[in-house]
């Protein structure tokens, strides 16, 4: 997929947008998009997408066996192997800033 490239803003651009930034929140129409009350179905983090870096990687048979047989259909073995890694840093850094 490719990325799109951001036009640069013109000055007819930026005086519309701070036209619009200065307009009391009372003055906008919002009937097109109204406000949202219920976001028990909001799902977090929908739209990232972290950066990912390609590279070859060795790891053990059995180890990737073992990730490969616990992959379900919502998660690959490849995305498990990536959280662990992250709990794994994340636990690291914790018990580094704990002294521990």
């Known amino acids: 997929m490719k990325k799109g490239t951001s036009k640069r803003s013109t000055s007819e651009r930026r005086a519309e947008l701070k036209a619009l930034a200065s307009l009391r929140d009372d003055a906008i129409d919002t009937s097109d998009a109204p406000e949202l009350l219920d976001w028990s179905s909001a799902k977090r983090g929908l739209f990232y997408r972290p950066v990912k870096q390609q590279l070859t990687l060795r790891l053990d048979v059995d180890v990737v066996a073992w990730f490969k047989n616990h992959a379900t259909s919502n998660e ?23 002294g521990a």
């Open 76 to 98: 690959g073995y490849q995305t498990r192997i990536n959280r662990a890694l992250r709990e794994y840093v994340q636990q690291a850094s914790r018990a580094r800033r704990s």
